[in-house]
């Protein structure tokens, strides 16, 4: 059965520095694996979609890698601002399942101005 | 891309009561997933929802308090029945746009007095 860590659980930094959020997964038979953010209360927003055969995806400020043989994944974020305070979340599709999610318990990132 | 309007975005409910979610997608898709979100825990599928057929249910999680319909390639609506407190979440719908990049809806954040 597929398990998604995440750590850390939270992270607190001042506001201009990078970071890198950390994502592991148990089986490397996946078919894809996708970065969301979810701001309190609220729905998830993908943010990068990184396809098995992919070694990383880059959108703006933020770059995930995938390291599917060593079953990692980092988001990392550069010049953070406080607008990026939330929950970021990884998920994996396995293979051959019915293209259903597994979720890390996600990183509460809070930017301090 | 795909849009997902899911509505309500939240509701307070009594117990024994019961309250349907309804989710539309701008765009005809297979499958449409159902999510739950415990207080400060991540993402757990509650079924999968495939139009013509019976949902399919994640170990669990059971049809007679989680009905769910799928009359269309766009819509499906989830039913928490007989809800108790426990059942005070947020419940999220899912789709998979070209069968990798998922997408969900606002979430409906539910509250049981």
């Known amino acids: 059965k597929q398990e998604v860590t995440q750590i850390p659980a939270a992270l607190s930094v001042p506001e201009g520095e990078n970071l890198v959020l ?13 970065w969301f953010r ?14 098995s055969s992919q070694r990383e995806q880059t959108s703006g400020r933020l770059n995930a890698s995938l390291d599917k043989s060593s079953g ?19 998920a994996v599709i396995s293979s051959g399942s019915a293209r259903q999610l597994t979720f890390g318990s996600g990183t509460q990132l809070t930017v301090l101005p | 891309s795909a849009v997902i309007s899911q509505k309500p975005s939240r509701d307070i409910c009594q117990r024994g009561t019961s309250l349907t979610i309804q989710c539309q997608v701008d765009s005809q898709v297979t499958m449409m997933f159902w999510y739950r979100q415990q207080p400060g825990q991540s993402l757990t599928l509650i079924a999968t929802a495939n139009q013509g057929s019976e949902a399919t249910y994640e170990s669990g ?19 928490v029945s007989n809800m108790s407190p426990e059942d005070s979440s947020i419940y999220l719908c899912s789709v998979n746009w070209g069968n990798t990049e998922a997408f969900f809806g606002q979430g409906t954040r539910l509250t049981v007095v």
């Open chain 1, 22 to 34: 950390n994502c592991s997964f148990t089986d490397s038979a996946i078919y894809n694996l996708q």
């Open chain 1, 38 to 51: 979810q701001d309190p209360g609220k729905g998830l927003t993908s943010l990068l979609l990184i396809q």
């Open chain 1, 72 to 90: 990692r994944s980092t988001l990392y974020i550069a010049a953070s601002q406080p607008g990026d305070s939330a929950t970021y979340l990884c």
């Open chain 2, 61 to 79: 999680f059971v049809i007679d308090k989680f009905p769910i319909s799928r009359p269309n390639l766009t819509f499906s609506t989830l039913t």
